[in-house]
């Protein structure tokens, strides 16, 4: 019973720490670009993100002006 | 189907979103959902998006997520027109990209496909009209 209690605990755990991740994953600032050739690069950090970002804002800030 | 039909078509479509602008190959923006001096700084962002992955990358971008805390950028691109996009926050990119790839599809169909079917339709009358005669 007790076994049983330990083991429930630990998976409710692991599934909370992975929504967490997932979660955090998705508010996370990146760039994902995708090329004629079929290739795709995804930045996540960096000067070149940061550059990207800039722009990106920029166009937030046109659409909600 | 033009490219304001195909933007209207979009913006009722997609719940996720906020903003979009169609733009020709010439950079032009050919429609939009905001008033013409935004949707001309939303095309600019869009094309510098595409200009600097392509400065950074020896190929030809065609499809750009740009995800900030704040909201995200979509620019996909076909042979003639590009679209951009804007949403909220943490948006279903796949449902977002999908959408705008539906948009680029029936602006593409437009253009050179129309007559196909006018082509067929002579031929059926013809073979029509020799059973006839």
Redesign the interface.
């Known amino acids: 019973m007790r076994r049983r209690s330990v083991v429930a605990a630990l998976l409710a755990a692991g599934a909370g720490a992975h929504l967490l991740r997932r979660r955090r994953g998705a508010e996370a600032e990146r760039v994902d670009v995708h090329y004629d050739d079929g290739s795709m690069v995804s930045l996540e950090q960096g000067p070149e993100l940061e550059r990207l970002l800039t722009v990106a804002r920029e166009g937030l800030a046109a659409a909600r002006a | 189907m033009d490219a304001q039909q195909a933007l209207a078509d979009l913006m009722e479509i997609s719940s996720q979103v906020?903003?979009a602008v169609v733009v020709g190959a010439d950079g032009s923006p050919l429609a939009s959902s905001?008033p013409a001096e935004?949707?001309e700084?939303?095309a600019?962002?869009?094309a510098?998006?595409l200009d600097?992955?392509a400065e950074?990358?020896r190929?030809?971008?065609?499809?750009?997520?740009?995800?900030?805390?704040?909201?995200?950028?979509f620019v996909v691109r076909d042979d003639g027109h590009t679209i951009?996009a804007?949403t909220g926050?943490?948006p279903t990119a796949g449902l977002v990209l999908y959408d705008l790839r539906t948009c680029l599809r029936a602006l593409a169909e437009e253009e050179p496909a129309a007559p196909k079917p006018t082509r067929r339709r002579k031929k059926a009358e013809e073979a029509g009209g020799d059973e006839a005669a």
């Not at chain 2, 190929?59 to 950028?73: D, F, I, K, L």
């Open positions: 906020d903003a905001l935004r949707g700084r939303l600019r962002a869009a510098r998006l600097e992955t950074s990358e190929r030809r971008p065609v499809q750009v997520e740009a995800a900030t805390r704040g909201g995200s950028v951009a804007t926050a943490s």
